[in-house]
């Protein structure tokens, strides 16, 4: 039972244009999501988070944007660089328990 | 500031030996999470400590695997005996406090033949 789905395993984007990635979560106890970063070999990278509170935050080139009702969260890039090239995570937590739940990962691949 | 540093990158060892594997967390950080990475069941969570003290191990998948952290600074998580499908990249993450992103270590990858 997936609690928290990356439904594309991969996208391609051209350098300069807007990536999008998507998250769909089941849990409605979950009130805390993450997004990581991930490069081949090294461990998973923090990049942006956004609680329950909120439907949007920003941070530089990366936007988080929340839609409770739907249960979906979605990490805009803009504009997008080679080197974003990098697997993408979202987790989601129930705050207070430390859990994080991943998501099973989006390929991302930019285009020089 | 140094991460959180795990060792050792890489081992390969024979099923039947015991296996332990090493995390130091970021200094001043509370909570420590141990990981496991596959291609099957992605990135879960096996157990987590907050102020060294165990709170959840319910991803533990069976009596083989131990983890312990007998110090702030320490942690290790130990299979005996190790089989192959134990075979996965392990992570070691933590976060100052149960609430605060968790930052991750660079993973062991462990083979077991």
């Known amino acids: 039972d997936q609690q928290v789905k990356q439904n594309s395993p991969s996208l391609s984007v051209q350098e300069g244009r807007i990536s999008i990635l998507n998250c769909d979560y089941t849990?409605?106890?979950?009130?805390?999501f993450l997004w990581y970063k991930k490069y081949p070999a090294e461990g998973p990278t923090f990049l942006i988070s956004i609680s329950s509170i909120k439907d949007k935050n920003e941070d530089g080139r990366f936007t988080v944007f929340l839609n409770k009702s739907a249960k979906h969260l979605s990490l805009h890039i803009v504009p997008s660089q080679p080197g974003d090239s990098a697997v993408y995570f979202c987790a989601a937590s129930v705050s207070n328990t430390g859990k994080l739940i991943f998501g099973q990962g989006t390929t991302l691949q930019v285009k020089p | 500031d140094a991460g959180v540093i795990q060792s050792p990158r890489h081992e390969v060892t024979e099923m039947g030996q015991e296996v332990t594997l090493r995390c130091k967390p970021i200094?001043?950080?509370?909570?420590l999470f141990w990981y496991r990475q596959t291609m099957m069941r992605g990135l879960e969570l096996l157990i987590y400590f907050n102020n060294n003290v165990p709170i959840d191990d319910s991803g533990m998948p069976e009596d083989r695997f131990s983890a312990k952290m007998p110090n702030a600074s320490f942690s290790t998580l130990k299979i005996q005996p190790s089989e192959p499908r134990d075979s996965a990249v392990y992570f070691c993450?933590?976060?100052?406090?149960?609430?605060?992103?968790?930052?991750f270590g660079d993973g062991t990858r462990l083979s077991i033949l």
């Open positions: 993450a933590s976060s100052q406090t149960r609430n605060q992103p968790q930052h």
């Open positions: 849990n409605s106890m979950f009130d805390y």
């Open positions: 200094s001043g950080h509370n909570s």
